[in-house]
């Protein structure tokens, strides 16, 4: 199953390579990974998506635990959370497939943010199943580059993820 | 600074190799250290000698390393112990900070090299919090489940020439570290509610007693309820050897008692033990009847290969006490175990013990006119009364070693049980011996392993440390060589020396040792008593034995269920 797993990080050097370090010693998988500083500048969020069953996610989340750097760790995917994730797409635009991409690029409520003679730089956020869903809409053929920033979490309601 | 803050550690031996990144801490060390330092002759040896310091006095060993190659020689020491959970302290040596990553001499990313095999490691970036991050890094090695800690340092932060007030803090702070200090009550209630009503326990004791202190604790709650125990290899000591209760170590090499109260059992009890592949076998046909309560201190080793029924994470100290206390309670409302079935379970026990138990009579050609490596251990252990320090390296004479040397205390038993490294013996033996230097110590080794790290014959000369060096010499690796007789019909590939060995006795005598060679039988007790006699000089005994001789029991593997065993060449149970 697909976990999201969201860390408060001490926002040391090294500190990441822990726990990226600690996926490939284990042979745990991660499917996307982002981290940036929070508004504590000691503290980075780090949001991970990894692939397992019950047993390993458990496994995962203990050892990311014991981690000195992880002070604080939540499996998003526990209880209801809303995730988002930004996909900048650069494709080929020409012609009468201008008009048709742009059309698509409304339906996914996404936007044109650089226009050239024969591309379209496209800018989308959501789900995961979303930004999958345009891509196919628009075609492999069309696609020169792809730009995902990987998963980003949050609980819903009061619950936060803090000191 | 540093050498302030390890005084203030209450550190008594330095393991370490000097070089150019870690000259100004030397400088310190020798204008006014009054800790000894002990100058190995390979920097994996100090890493092991700090080791078997750490695990025979169970405080944290210390070892201090230059940059490049002598922090990468300590990586293996550093990986034995952290397996082991050993609380160590590595300080190495870096090149200046504006060096960094510029590829410069003896420059290697330490913190990146160990970051898989350290509990935790610290690049120091300024002079300032060197002695808080010493501080840190002995409290993080030696509290929770312990293991190594490096700390790497930078030359120019180690400069004398800057000077900052020392201070050195009491308590640490880390707000992403609090290891468990007691177990939930809860659990431990249901553990003792399944004690009470189990039919055919087994204790089944590791390594995490001997760390955690808490043999005494183990022994009175397997006498309250009259349980067998069995032990892992790491665990040894933790409960008598020669207490009837003591069903020998379990798993691969295990006693078929041993393994067989395992596989029939109803409850087990893993008390500091983590369900290593060469403890349980398959995992799918491990203990099929049995609901397993499991106390350990990292939240990690449980239910990582075995599910457990009961789950408890705690210092096995605090659960320990607090299950005899809920026992007492439980027992003083009139709650007891079943006696009528515990005792149907001896008897079962017994039968198996009297049928295979490698105590009970000798399972090997006691007639033989060869001498039995069997037999070395049991005159090691009669000459010395069964209370010397063994530390062991890997291989057939280790699981010998753990076979027939009936430990009754913690702490006597030390070996690399986890990562398996040759060579660990002997540096491992040198700092037990610094630590209790009235005490026997003895390192049963065999020609592959001691040749790993035979160098420090020169650093046992400089510091006299009379440690004796018991060599199970058969002219192979052994235990490679036991396998490619059991799986690779006999093809000896690079198993053997081919006459290619030292004169053990006059390489030991160019260091100024004593060797003594034994071939004969009737030598074997003679020169043992010799060599413990000898308080002062290291001995090496070079006693040749039985170059065909097997390790039994073995489980079969791969598919064998606990209970799947070769007693012998033939036999299989």
């Known amino acids: ?163 | 600074m540093i050498a302030q803050a390890l005084e203030d550690e209450g550190v008594e031996f330095i393991f370490g190799y000097p070089g150019g990144a870690v000259l100004h801490i030397y400088d310190a060390l020798f204008k006014r250290s009054k800790i000894p330092h002990i100058l190995v002759r390979h920097e994996q040896a100090a890493t092991h000698a700090a080791d078997g310091y750490a695990r025979a006095t169970g405080k944290p060993g210390v070892v201090l390393v230059t940059s490049g190659p002598g922090a990468t020689n300590a990586v293996t020491g550093i990986a034995t112990a952290y397996m082991d959970s050993i609380p160590m302290v590595v300080l190495s040596g870096q090149v200046a900070s504006h060096l960094i990553g510029e590829d410069a001499f003896q420059e290697t990313d330490m913190v990146g090299i160990s970051r898989p095999i350290v509990k935790h490691s610290f690049l120091v970036k300024r002079a300032v919090d060197i002695p808080e991050v010493i501080r840190k890094a002995f409290y993080i090695a030696s509290t929770g489940r312990p293991g190594p800690v490096v700390i790497d340092l930078p030359k120019d932060i180690t400069n004398p020439y800057e000077k900052f007030e020392y201070n050195y803090p009491r308590k640490v702070k880390l707000r992403s570290y609090t290891p468990a200090t007691r177990g939930h009550s809860g659990q431990i209630r249901k553990a003792v509610n399944l004690l009470l009503a189990a039919q055919r326990p087994v204790i089944y004791s590791g390594g995490g007693v001997v760390l955690g202190d808490a043999s005494d604790l183990l022994t009175r709650l397997a006498r309250e309820l009259n349980f067998p125990v069995t032990s892992t290899l790491m665990g040894l000591g933790a409960f008598p050897g020669t207490d009837p209760q003591f069903l020998g170590m379990l798993g691969m090499h295990g006693f078929v008692e041993a393994n067989f109260a395992m596989h029939h059992a109803d409850v087990v009890l893993a008390v500091g033990a983590r369900f290593d592949d060469r403890v349980i076998n398959t995992a799918s046909k491990f203990c099929p009847g049995a609901k397993i309560i499991h106390i350990d201190i990292d939240p990690a080793s449980i239910s990582k290969t075995i599910p457990a029924d009961v789950p408890i994470v705690g210092p096995v100290d605090s659960v320990l006490t607090d299950m005899l206390e809920l026992l007492q309670e439980a027992q003083a409302e009139g709650q007891q175990t079943d006696k009528a079935a515990l005792a149907g379970w001896w008897e079962q026990i017994n039968e198996w013990r009297e049928k295979w138990g490698l105590w009970t009579k000798p399972r090997y050609d006691i007639n033989s006119p060869l001498i039995k490596p069997q037999e070395v251990i049991e005159a090691l252990w009669r000459v010395t009364d069964g209370n010397a320090f063994v530390t062991s390296d890997v291989g057939q004479h280790q699981m010998f070693a753990a076979q027939y040397y009936r430990f009754n205390m913690p702490r006597r038993w030390i070996n690399s049980g986890g990562l398996g490294t040759m060579g660990f013996g002997f540096p491992a033996a040198m700092g037990a011996k610094l630590a209790f230097p009235e005490a026997d110590v003895a390192c049963v080794t065999g020609e592959g392993s001691i040749q790993m790290n035979i160098q420090e014959l020169s650093t046992c000369t400089q510091y006299n440390i009379p440690v004796k060096i018991i060599n199970l010499h058969n002219g192979y690796l052994g235990m490679v060589k036991q396998w490619q007789d059991m799986q690779y019909e006999g093809r000896y590939s690079q198993s053997t020396y081919e006459h290619s060995l030292p004169d053990f006795v006059r390489l030991v005598e160019a260091y100024g040792h004593v060797g003594i060679r034994v071939d004969k039988k009737s030598d074997l007790e003679g020169a043992m008593k010799e060599a413990f006699a000898l308080k002062d000089r290291l001995v090496f005994l070079d006693i040749h034995v039985d170059p065909h001789e097997h390790v039994y029991p073995m489980q079969v593997a791969p598919n064998g269920a606990m209970r799947d065993m070769w007693i012998s060449k033939s036999e299989r149970i």
Do not use: W
Request: neutral net charge; aromatic residues 4%; contains cysteine.
């Open chain 1, 1 to 163: 199953m697909r976990r999201i797993i969201s860390l408060l990080l001490e926002n040391e050097p090294g500190a990441l390579s822990r726990v990226v370090g600690l996926f490939s010693q284990r042979g745990y998988n991660i499917d996307t990974l982002n981290v940036a500083a929070t508004e504590d500048p000691t503290l980075s969020r780090l949001t991970l998506t990894t692939l397992g069953d019950d047993q390993k996610i458990e496994q995962i989340t203990k050892h990311l635990n014991k981690l000195l750097d992880v002070v604080k760790l939540v499996d998003l995917t526990e209880g209801p959370h809303i995730e988002r994730e930004l996909m900048l797409v650069k494709v080929r635009a020409t012609g009468a497939q201008r008009a048709e991409i742009k059309r698509c690029t409304d339906i996914f409520r996404g936007q044109i943010i650089d226009v050239g003679p024969t591309v379209y730089t496209i800018q989308i956020t959501g789900t995961s199943d979303k930004l999958d869903a345009f891509l196919q809409s628009v075609g492999e053929a069309a696609i020169l580059e792809v730009v995902r920033s990987g998963v980003s979490g949050i609980a819903r309601g009061e619950k936060v993820l803090s000191l």
